[in-house]
């Protein structure tokens, strides 16, 4: 039975591995952490509808049946043998491989970089990941629901930012913070909630509606401009200063808590993983497919394939589609093998 190495379990590598073991591979699939699901595992509920992100993690660690996989595990030496990888992981296991499923994901913006936000600084400025672990741990918890909260959210932080060195958009966090700032009316029905955004990118469908229902159900405020200066008084609230540029007016708002949308950008161990592959990256960082259009799925070196986050921003239902054209893509080249 010819053997396939996955590395990473995250939503890419748990489809991947599910399909290509049902195509009868020997499926082997390396995970660095300690836990499958990859960013999955972190988030509570998901645009556009609120499913439980649980829901769709534990489906795909259901059909994991018959997957060998390793958890806190590297590959740490790869050596190409013309037509298979002599893989060896840092838990003494070494694997001949036919063929080889990078879905290493992606990085979340580590906020503390764009200073002017204040992350690491001041209490009460988090993050769109710090907000998914809250709600995970508060949605069933009693809250005071009648205490009056301001909350901001900032669109953009660490994508379409040439300072920062990304300028992809990072397709994800305007959805993300559309149904966090609903999320926030749900848990708090007289909080006031605003969104300081560039443009608004809500491409997908039904993510029109979520929109629409933020603004009609919800009351939440879109204002269009870039902030421009977060500080914090005395009670530790943030003071946020900002441009509505489509009233042309300056905006000055105390809040409670501030949400920087971090975006998502090429994975560290990504980097990684492409020099003991040897395949190229690009110049953002995410790994280089063989084009744009057509070899998404493929690397420049025989054998090596993608899916998932590892080459570019994708939603969930984006990365289970690749995942399982991916999974066609390697079954193809190991028939004719
Ligand atoms: C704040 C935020 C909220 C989001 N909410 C939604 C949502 O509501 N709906 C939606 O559709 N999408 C959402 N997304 C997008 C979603 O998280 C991604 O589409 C999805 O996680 C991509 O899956 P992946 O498997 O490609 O990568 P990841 O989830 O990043 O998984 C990669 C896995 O590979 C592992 N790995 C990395 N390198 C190695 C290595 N060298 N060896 C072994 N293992 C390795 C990692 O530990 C990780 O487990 C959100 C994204 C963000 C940033
Ligand atoms: S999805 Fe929205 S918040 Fe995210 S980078 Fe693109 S425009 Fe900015």
Not at 45 to 50: A, H, I, K, M
Not at 85 to 103: E, K, Q, R, S, W
Not at 261 to 270: D, E, P
Request: hydrophobic content about 35%; overall charge neutral.
């Amino acid at each position: 039975m010819k053997n396939i190495v996955i590395i990473g379990g995250g939503p890419a590598g748990l489809e991947a591995a599910s399909q290509l073991k049902k195509f009868g591979y020997n499926v082997i699939l390396v995970e660095k952490s300690n836990q499958l699901g990859g960013h999955l595992a972190k988030w509570d509920r998901l645009f556009p509808d609120f499913t439980p992100a649980e829901e769709v993690l534990s489906t795909l660690i259901s059909n994991l049946q018959g997957v060998t996989y390793f958890l806190n595990t590297e590959i740490v030496r790869i050596y190409n043998l013309q037509n298979s990888y002599n893989i060896i992981m840092n838990n003494g296991i070494t694997v001949l491989a036919d063929a080889v499923l990078i879905c290493s994901g992606f990085d979340l913006f580590k906020a503390e970089k764009k200073e002017e936000y204040g992350y690491g600084i001041y209490e009460r400025v988090i993050t769109n990941a710090d907000l998914e672990q809250f709600f995970k741990e508060n949605s069933k918890s009693k809250i005071e629901k009648d205490t009056p909260v301001k909350i901001g959210f900032v669109h953009c932080v660490g994508s379409r930012d040439e300072k920062v060195g990304n300028r992809n958009c990072s397709k994800v966090c305007c959805a993300t913070a559309v149904k966090q700032a609903c999320e926030i009316k749900q848990m708090y029905p007289n909080a006031e909630v605003f969104c300081f955004y560039m443009d608004l990118r809500m491409f997908g469908r039904g993510y029109e509606n979520l929109y629409y229902s933020a603004q009609k159900d919800y009351g939440i405020r879109f204002i269009r401009g870039r902030v421009s200066e977060v500080s914090e008084d005395i009670e530790k609230r943030v003071i946020v200063k900002a441009e509505d540029t489509l009233s042309g007016k300056p905006i000055k708002v105390t809040l409670d808590a501030l949400v920087l949308m971090s975006g998502m950008q090429n994975s560290c161990s990504g980097a990684k993983t492409a020099k003991l592959m040897n395949v190229e990256t690009a110049d953002d960082g995410y790994f280089a497919c063989k084009d744009s259009l057509y070899h998404l799925q493929e690397s420049e070196s025989k054998g090596v394939f993608y899916a998932g986050a590892c080459t570019g921003p994708k939603t969930i239902p984006d990365t289970l589609s690749e995942a399982r054209a991916a999974a066609i893509q390697v079954h193809n080249y190991l028939k004719e093998k």
